[in-house]
């Protein structure tokens, strides 16, 4: 099929599913037209056009960097590591965990309840030193490193509390898969 049916095809599915996803994909469609091999969202961009921490797979801007591939975390400061790599867990098969370049704190809750996850009791579940960065209610938060999560990022009680303490309404989250991340940044 000629690349222009393609467009024409795309754009009437576009519009058809104008409500959903259709815009997504329409974007997407044309840049595979236009035949880029991969487009990269502009918050990607600006992060991959920045120099990384030393040691970690997320660019200077980052306030904490996350990679779900070492399940490892770090709290940075002006493009230095302040703590870690620290152990965690990420979101589990069907609840991973949103990976993005430049996610905010938005909220921080020290004795935050879940009204998502409950305890066998049907108590809501404790997600002691909450700091939410990503819609959903996904947080940092005490937990064990050892079970996954519904898409929070656990971590051990000393370094949940490091995170609310050292974390600020409006600093940057980047949570990556450090090989897709370093792949990214050599075609770039």
């Given at each position: 099929?000629?690349?222009s ?11 058809r ?7 997504g994909i ?11 091999a ?11 056009a ?16 996350v ?6 975390a770090?709290?940075l ?13 990420s ?39 909450s ?16 079970r ?8 051990e ?9 050292d ?10 898969k ?6 990214a940044?050599?075609?770039?």
């Open positions: 099929m000629p690349a049916e393609m467009w024409v095809n795309v754009v009437r599915f576009g519009v599913a104008r409500l959903g996803v259709g815009l329409v974007l997407a469609a044309s840049a595979v037209v236009a035949g880029q991969s487009a990269e969202s502009p918050a990607a961009q600006a992060t991959h920045e120099p990384l921490v030393p040691g970690t797979p997320c660019s200077v801007s980052a306030r904490s960097c990679d779900l591939e070492s399940q490892q770090w709290l400061r002006d493009g230095t590591i302040v703590r870690g790599p620290v152990r965690i867990s979101g589990g098969e069907g609840e991973e965990t949103p990976v993005g370049h430049s996610l905010r704190v938005y909220r921080k809750d020290k004795d935050h309840l879940s009204e998502e996850s409950r305890l066998p009791n049907g108590d809501p579940a404790p997600m002691p030193w700091v939410f960065f990503a819609d959903g209610g996904i947080a940092f938060h005490g937990g064990s490193p050892d996954d999560s519904a898409g929070c990022i656990h971590l009680p000393a370094d949940a509390e490091a995170w609310f303490n974390l600020q309404i409006g600093d940057q989250v980047q949570v990556v450090a090989s897709e991340e370093l792949a940044r050599r075609a770039s």
